[in-house]
């Protein structure tokens, strides 16, 4: 097995050790609560977690995401100091929908973004027009 095929593996088994975390939570009933103390610990290490990813600035952030975890590939736009970001298929999505797990975009993909967004450019407001949990496209955007 070449470094390519150990690196897509180790990803496939990231991508379903989240999606289990998520049914796991889900069946606890404690998903809700963890993802809202998530986010909190999100937006506080933004900035430190951006340096970490060697990400400069917002408009980054989602591209770099998808370099690191190819989850989902975004296709990113500028629009002034923020950026329009779409994707139109998503592993994590996938694969908790197999598992028959709860939604896992906020607590394992949009909020950790708001972080790191924000952890770059605090004026910047983050918004999740739309998922592909409940849609045909995730649709975020940071202005």
């Known amino acids: 097995m070449n470094d390519t095929e150990k690196l897509r593996l180790v990803r496939l088994a990231y991508a379903g050790a989240l999606a289990d975390t998520v049914l796991q939570l889900g069946k606890e009933g404690a998903l809700e609560r963890v993802t809202e103390r998530k986010r909190a610990e999100q937006l506080a290490a933004g900035r430190l977690r951006a340096k970490q990813f060697g990400i400069d600035s917002a408009g980054q952030v989602p591209g770099r995401i998808a370099e690191l975890f190819d989850c989902a590939q975004w296709e990113v736009q500028a629009n002034g100091r923020g950026f329009a970001a779409e994707a139109r298929a998503c592993l994590l999505c ?50």
């Open 94 to 143: 996938s694969l908790a929908r197999k598992l028959g797990a709860p939604q896992p975009c906020r607590i394992y993909c949009l909020d950790p973004m708001e972080g790191l967004i924000k952890g770059l450019d605090p004026e910047l407001s983050f918004t999740a027009h739309e998922t592909l949990w409940e849609g045909s496209r995730c649709r975020i955007e940071a202005r």
